[in-house]
């Protein structure tokens, strides 16, 4: 807070990404009145939960990546890995740029609009149902994250492997119904971007179960679990800077 | 000459750069997937009938192009430029004998070669895989195609580096980089096709800069302009150029006068 100008920018730019989804969708829904199956104020929702992940991400889990390259590529990796405390934690969660999370208002608005312009509001077990794939979404974006951030002690002078994720993550701007079988596929099960956006807000609209929750959590399960044993077999295999 | 060697070692070095830092350089073509995803969604309304003149293969060709167009005239150096400005390393580039903008724009060409040839080869197989998604490949109109992604990138490159010249004031400049990439990405068709926008806002991005930041040169490639048409878009599009030119001169001789006052 101290840099307002920076805060400022932020703000504006957070308004700005709300501002240019809805514009895209404008023009898409001049032509035709549905997206796949999804109407405007539907996609909104899909939109505002993509603004809220992007949110997310860029302020919990980009500073953390870009510090960790950063101690690997100078050497200083090692403080890292010899502190008392969980190395992976260490490395991946203490970085925070907290003035990103605006973004989550500012998706969470677009959610709350489409909502409304439906005049549908979802009932206490499609609520419940969303408040825990959101978590469940958080932590496998997380795990990919940490996969990412792993490839980082082999491949040493790549420092954008960030990219790879925001690239699979702008497909999760639009329903992954707009996709067609492989790569829906992959999306779903590969690189599970569908349970970050598509499936949170079909909840919400009452398109699917409840129960899709379920698959949410253990997804997230498997790939917390995954994520974590890649990260200790890297280190293991770490050949620090200076031994 | 002496001009021509300083040039073509600052392109050498961009070069060489392109080739260390391979597996970055691969990450970063990999991940231009924005076309593709436009393309699955538009191609999810297209199959419902067309939209104006976009069938399947007309949104095919034209997201191809739009992959290209950005490809070979994106422009990636404003995080370099920003660095340097604001922590000084400017100075290390002053005191070079040319003026600092060759190494941006011998940096900003590095990648090029790379992604040509990683491209030809998708083009060459989507028209042969799909037959009815036309291309304009004769030699002329591939010539008038080059001419105009030089224009194209020329335009990019200096609204980049004035941008990136705010740093002189500024601490914003990367902001206000990104905002400016999202009204770009809507307003030059790199995000849907500018013949697509409502029809009051198609004929003032048309006549805008915008057209000739992406779109015209997808228009040339896919062979919607006659011969005039390419010719007298070539004019307004370098006419842009020299106007974005005289603006970075402007922009850099305050900013450079700016700078040695704050005794860097």
């Known amino acids: 807070m101290e840099y307002r100008a920076n805060f400022l920018v932020t703000l504006l730019m957070s308004l700005s990404i709300g501002l240019w989804v809805i514009g895209a969708a404008i023009v898409f829904f001049y032509h035709r009145n549905n997206l796949a199956g999804w109407s405007f104020d539907q996609l909104l929702l899909v939109s505002g939960l993509w603004i809220v992940f992007s949110g ?145 807000a079909a909840t919400l609209l009452g398109l699917i179960s409840p129960t899709y929750v379920i698959a949410s959590v253990v997804v997230a399960m498997i790939a917390l679990f995954a994520s974590t044993r890649f990260w200790r077999y890297a280190v293991r295999f770490y050949s620090s800077a200076s031994s | 000459m002496n001009t021509l060697r300083k040039c073509a070692s600052e392109l050498r070095t961009a070069w060489r750069l392109t080739i260390e830092y391979r597996i970055a350089v691969f990450i970063w073509i990999f991940a231009m997937v924005l076309p593709f995803i436009m393309l699955s969604a538009w191609l999810a309304i297209a199959e419902s009938g067309p939209v104006g003149r976009f069938g399947r293969n007309e949104f ?99 609204i980049q580096y004035i941008t990136g010249l705010l740093a002189f004031w500024i601490t914003q400049s990367l902001n206000v980089n990104e905002m400016w990439f999202m009204v770009f990405s809507l307003f030059s068709g790199y995000l849907i096709p500018l013949e697509l926008f409502p029809a009051g806002l198609r004929d003032v991005l048309y006549a805008s800069p915008f057209r000739y930041m992406l779109s015209f040169s997808a228009e040339v490639f896919t062979g919607q302009l006659t011969r005039i048409e390419i010719l007298q878009g070539l004019a307004i599009e370098w006419f842009w150029v020299g106007v974005f030119y005289v603006t970075y001169r402007f922009v850099w001789w305050r900013g450079l006068r700016r700078f040695s006052a704050v005794g860097a």
Request: with cysteine.
């Open chain 1, 56 to 200: 997310v991400a860029g302020a919990i889990l980009s500073p953390n990546v870009s510090r960790m390259v950063e101690h690997i590529q100078r050497g200083t990796m090692d403080f890292v890995l010899i502190k008392p405390a969980n190395s992976q934690f260490l490395a991946t969660l203490t970085a925070c740029s907290p003035l990103k999370l605006i973004d989550i208002v500012t998706g969470m608005s677009l959610v709350v609009m489409g909502l409304y312009r439906l005049g549908h509001w979802p009932s206490m077990y499609q609520w419940a149902s969303f408040l825990v794939m959101i978590p469940a979404g958080v932590v496998m974006t997380y795990a990919f994250w940490v996969l990412l951030v792993t490839l980082a002690f082999w491949f040493v002078r790549v420092d954008n492997f960030p990219e790879i994720f925001w690239t699979f993550f702008e497909c999760g701007r639009f329903p992954v119904n707009v996709y067609r079988n492989p790569v829906r596929f992959l999306l779903t099960f590969v690189v599970p971007v569908a349970f970050l956006t598509t499936f949170p």
């Open chain 2, 60 to 158: 095919i060709a034209y997201y191809i192009a739009v992959l290209i167009v950005r490809n070979m005239t994106g422009v990636f150096i404003i995080w370099e430029q920003d660095y340097d400005i604001r922590q000084g390393q400017l100075s290390f580039k002053l005191l070079k004998p040319m003026n600092p903008v060759v190494h941006y724009l011998a940096l900003s060409l590095g990648s090029k070669p790379v992604r040509m040839v990683l491209l030809t080869p998708l083009v060459i197989g989507i028209s042969l895989y799909f037959p009815a998604v036309k291309f304009a490949f004769d030699p002329v109109s591939l010539l008038l195609f080059g001419l105009a992604m030089i224009g194209n990138w020329l335009i990019l490159f200096f």
